[in-house]
C-alpha cells in the first residue's frame, strides 16, 4: 500500500524515502525542512510529519541548529516493512532480495518446526488452505494471486511456530514475497516443486513432524536463493 494514502506527507514520503535509502542523499547530508517544504509544494507541518516519519525509521536525525541530517544505513531500521519496499524499488535490489532471502532461511525451518509443535487445529486447517491456493493458482501466469496465498501461507507458518519474535517477521516475509513479485524476479509461473514442498509443508505440521516440516521448508529457501542467482544474480 503506498504511503500516500497517509495524506500529503504520504506523497513527500514516497519520494523522499525512495531517494534516501537509494543513496541520492548519501549519509551525512542535511536536508533543509524549507527548502523540501518548496519542493513539494506542501506545509512546513506537512513536511515535520514526513521527517517525523523518517526518523521513526532511524533513516534520517533532527539536530537543532544543524537541520535533518542523513543516517548511515548501519543505523536504518531494515526491519521496518517501508524501509524494505524502498530498497527492493532501488538499483540494490538483487542484493536486498539476498539479504531478506538469508533471513528467511535461517528463520522459517525453525518456525515450520515449532508449527509442528504447536499449531492449533484452526492454524493447521488455514495452512492448508492456503497451500491449495497457491496450488490452484499456480498456473496461467496468476502471480498477483498465487501471491495472496504465499503471503498468508508463510504468515501462518510464522505465527504458528507459538514464537513472538517470529511472528513479527510476517510483515517482513511479506514484503520480500511482495518485491519478488512486483519486481518481476519470479518465473510466470511458479516452480511447480516449489508448490508442492508447500503442501506438504502444511501435511508436516498438521501431522506434528516437526523434522520434516523443518527440513521441507529449508527446502523452499534454498530454492528461493537459487531462484536469485538466475533472475538478480
Not at 106 to 120: I, K, Q
Not at 178 to 198: K, N
Request: aromatic share 4%; net charge negative.
Amino acid at each position: 500500500m503506498s504511503t500516500s494514502g497517509r495524506g500529503l506527507h504520504g506523497r513527500v514520503l514516497d519520494t523522499l524515502g525512495p531517494d534516501i535509502t537509494a543513496g541520492a542523499y548519501p549519509p551525512g547530508s542535511v536536508l533543509r525542512t524549507d527548502e523540501l517544504a518548496q519542493r513539494f509544494d506542501v506545509s512546513r507541518s506537512v513536511m515535520r510529519e514526513a521527517v517525523r516519519v523518517l526518523e521513526s525509521m532511524h533513516l534520517v536525525a533532527s539536530r537543532r541548529r544543524v537541520g535533518v541530517t542523513v543516517l548511515p544505513p548501519a543505523e536504518w531500521n531494515v526491519y521496518d516493512p517501508q524501509v524494505i519496499r524502498w530498497r527492493l524499488a532501488g538499483a540494490d535490489r538483487p542484493r536486498q532480495l539476498r539479504s531478506l532471502t538469508v533471513l528467511r532461511s535461517a528463520v522459517e525451518p525453525v518456525a515450520a518446526g515449532l508449527a509442528a509443535r504447536n499449531a492449533t487445529a484452526e492454524q493447521c486447517a488455514a495452512l492448508t488452505e492456503c497451500a491449495l491456493g497457491m496450488v490452484t493458482t499456480s498456473r496461467g501466469h496468476r502471480l498477483e494471486e498465487y501471491l495472496v496465498h504465499d503471503m498468508a501461507f508463510h504468515r501462518v507458518i510464522l505465527t504458528a511456530s507459538g514464537n513472538e519474535m517470529f511472528a513479527r517477521l510476517g510483515d517482513v516475509v511479506a514484503e520480500v514475497l511482495t518485491g519478488r513479485t512486483q519486481h518481476e524476479v519470479m518465473f510466470p509461473d511458479p516452480d511447480p516443486a516449489a508448490v508442492t514442498l508447500h503442501v506438504q509443508v502444511a501435511e508436516a505440521v498438521r501431522e506434528g513432524d516437526a523434522a520434516r516440516a523443518e527440513a521441507l521448508t529449508r527446502e523452499i529457501t534454498v530454492g528461493a536463493l537459487q531462484e536469485l542467482d538466475i533472475l538478480a544474480p
